[in-house]
């Protein structure tokens, strides 16, 4: 990734994208000239090394950093090594209690600072352009409404490419997959992971607590958490699978323990609310969803810590991966990554 960097830039030196066999050639002399810094000899440096130096060094642990770069710690040692040999120099001291940077991993960090933000510079121009000719970002969301983390998501990316726009498309799982192989939207937001379903693609981005949803004058609504076996032989509802299955009967049945257990379903979030608002029955929904929805005689309680979650990520047509979208994912792993100022 490193050379192909170093290769937009000679690229575009000649003035236009399409020479790059100019630009090759005169990479090459530059290279062999000593010119450049060993980066492109036999065995190069990769562009990922460097974030993994960076965040190694920020992290000072092997495990949160790969943790960081979502990436095996064996792998982000394995890469570490491979670039001190490459370099010739160890980058980090090493003991059981600590990692800190070498007096070369010092000087080195300076500059994988410098190039890292250098690629992210020219990856943002070079969107910008594309964002301008492109306009909009056509995103499909949950009929239960988007979670924060995507809200924060797309704020970031509008801050960062002002010329981006987002239509939200508000819908059914079975919907959006149709609207997203049909090429009428660019990604969808989808809770848990979807079926193997031929031309799609995805990426997970967090886990997303569920919380127990009842009826405000349930006895469950006085407790601070509940223990999902309290919900044995309480009537259960669930979200139609057709607007979401992984907030299906499924769920809460096997959340239960009774696989076999009748589960009522709603066609919409309005008609599940409105049902365990009546006294009906009781509800497992994402954090995210309880947050922000508010619905009167509705109490949100939360599950005994680590009882029940569901993965949040994002989908999109498995053909090459869109701009707009590709810039969703970057602005959502990053805001994912940041440490909580909690």
Known sequence: MYRVFDMAIHTLSFGRLGNERRASSRLQKWSMSGAHVGALREGPLEFRQLRYVVAVAEESNFARAAAREKVAPSTLGEQIAALEREIGGLLFNRTTRRVSLTET?????????????????????????????KGALRLGVPITGNPQQLEDA?????????????????????????????????????????????????????????QLVCPAGSPLAGQDQVSLGRLDGLSLIALDPALSPALGPTLISEACGSPTAEVETAESL?????????????ALLPEAVTSTVTWRGVCYRSLEAGALSVDLGISWAARALPTVVACLLDEANWLLARPSSD
């Open 270 to 282: 309005e008609a599940l609310l409105m049902t365990v608002a009546a006294g009906g029955a009781v």
């Open 154 to 210: 797309l704020q970031s990316c509008s801050q960062r490419y002002p010329a981006l726009r987002v239509e939200a498309h508000r819908g059914s799982s079975a919907r959006h997959v149709q609207a997203l192989l049909a090429g009428r939207l660019d990604a969808a937001v989808v809770f848990g992971a979807p079926e193997q379903t031929s031309g799609l693609s995805y990426q997970r981005l967090a886990v997303v607590e569920l």
């Open 105 to 133: 991993g010092q000087a080195l960090l300076v500059e994988a600072r410098a190039c890292l933000l250098a690629f992210d510079r020219a990856q943002q121009v070079a969107r910008s352009v594309v964002l301008r000719q």
